[in-house]
Each structure stands twice: as C-alpha cells, then as structure tokens.
C-alpha cells in the first residue's frame, strides 16, 4: 500500500519469545512436594505455585501451548526426568501415550464434561471463586476439542490403557478401582 514497506514489531517478537519460553521450559527449576494426606506443593523458582497454576486461565494455557512442537520437546525430557524409582503417578492428558508410553500401568481417567465442569465449579466456589457452570463448560468443552484435534499427541487413551469413567462415580469409588487394577497389574509382573 503507498509503495512502503511494511514492519510488523510482533512478528519480530514472535519468534524470539517462542526461543525464550524452549530456553526457560529446558531449565525450569520445578520441584512437587508430596507428603502423605496433603495436596502436592507445586515449586516454582522456589516460589509455592500450587495455586497460580491450577486457575482456570492456565489450564486453558497449557491446552494452547501444547501445539507448540518445540515447546513440547523441550518439556517433554523434563517430564521423562521425573520418574523415579519406586514408580511415578503422572497427571496429564498424553502421560500414557507420549511421556510415559512403556509404563507398565496406564490409567485413562475420564468423565463427562458435564461431570467435570460441575466438579470444576464445586472446587472453586470451596476457594471462594464465583464462576457460572457455562463458562466452565464450554472452556472444558473447547480445551477438549482442541486437545482431540491437534496433529501433534492428541488426546487419546493409550492402546493399553485401564479405561475409567468417572461421571458417575465418587473419588472413593474411583481411588478404589484404581487401586485394584495398580494390585492386579503389579501381580501380573
């Protein structure tokens, strides 16, 4: 247009944040504190997370950024550095299939998005967050869609997996079956 080139600063940018977050994603200082009967710590930079990283906005985040494949592959050997002997419980929508796909149990835990959203709600309403049931709905509902459709590890149950349906089931009855299929699995070995 009027014979001038054209700059675009963002575009410059880009490219240089995207370096910056492979750099900072290949040297996180993350450690998870775990004792029995408490919620894992989440430590960041020797910073307590645990609650900035569970919000809704970061959730949607992590859905976004997991199309990217150099961000991936530099998370991914940080991920693999966590398991450790006697075993690891890893929490994650490609665990089975992408971080950990010789595991010698595989859990793929999942519920309606109805069910989940209505846990969702319950949860952060007990921190005192108001939220509507829609909204969480429908971000669930386009995470899940975008997470099944991207090219890259999508979402789906590893081919050896120990398939879970929670809808309709208590965290009682679910920690339940999933200790007896952990019992069964470690007879088998």
């Keep these: 247009l009027l014979g001038l080139a054209a700059h675009e600063a963002g575009l410059l940018k880009e490219p240089l944040n995207l370096l910056e977050l492979e750099k900072l994603a290949a040297h996180l200082d993350i450690q998870f504190i ?13 910073h307590d997370v645990t609650e900035k990283i569970r919000t809704e906005e970061v959730g949607a985040l ?3 950024v ?15 550095d966590f398991a450790q002997v006697p075993g690891l419980v890893a929490d994650g929508r490609d665990m089975g299939t992408v ?6 149990a595989k859990i793929y835990l999942t519920a309606s998005a109805e069910a989940r959203a ?3 709600v319950k949860q ?17 509902q386009s995470r899940d869609k975008r997470d099944m459709e991207r090219t890259i590890a999508p979402l ?3 081919v050896d997996a120990f398939l879970v349906d929670s809808s309709d089931l208590d965290i009682d009855q679910v920690f339940n079956m999933l200790v007896d299929y952990i019992n069964n699995q470690q007879a088998e070995i």
């Design 34 to 46: 775990t004792q029995a009967g408490q919620p894992t710590k989440i430590i960041l930079n020797r």
């Design 62 to 64: 992590a859905s976004t």
């Design 66 to 80: 997991a199309v990217i494949p150099s961000l991936r592959d530099a998370l991914l050997k940080r991920q693999k």
């Design 99 to 104: 971080v950990f796909p010789n595991a010698p």
């Design 118 to 120: 209505a846990r969702r």
């Design 124 to 140: 952060l309403q007990g921190m005192g967050v108001n939220v509507k049931i829609d909204t969480i709905l429908a971000d669930l």
């Design 156 to 158: 789906k149950p590893a």
